[in-house]
């Protein structure tokens, strides 16, 4: 397991980009899909993954409401 610092930004479709909510967790996980699975169950399959040349994984679920969560290991 790994322990990692999670930050979820979360766009929402009335106010959008210009307001992003952004909240800060941490957690120790075995993969951090685990994570997405648990919070979204049914829509885990909607996110997109992506891993940045820094070793950061961030999970992604574009539409109305956008959810983008960056997970850094600590």
Same mark, same amino acid.
């Given at each position: 397991?790994k322990e990692?610092?999670?930050v979820l /930004?979360y %766009? !929402?479709?009335?106010?959008?980009a210009?307001?992003p909510?952004r909240?800060f967790?941490?957690?120790? %996980?075995?993969?951090?899909? #685990?994570?997405?699975r ?6 885990f #399959?909607?996110f997109?993954?992506?891993?940045r040349d !820094? ?8 539409? /109305?409401v956008t959810?983008?969560?960056?997970? /850094?290991? %600590?």
């Amino acid at each position: 397991m790994k322990e990692y610092e999670i930050v979820l /930004t979360y %766009l !929402n479709g009335c106010a959008g980009a210009a307001y992003p909510q952004r909240s800060f967790d941490e957690a120790e %996980l075995a993969d951090p899909a #685990d994570y997405i699975r648990h919070r979204h169950g049914p829509d885990f #399959d909607k996110f997109e993954k992506e891993i940045r040349d !820094n070793g950061q994984i961030v999970y992604t679920r574009r539409g /109305t409401v956008t959810y983008i969560y960056e997970f /850094t290991e %600590l």
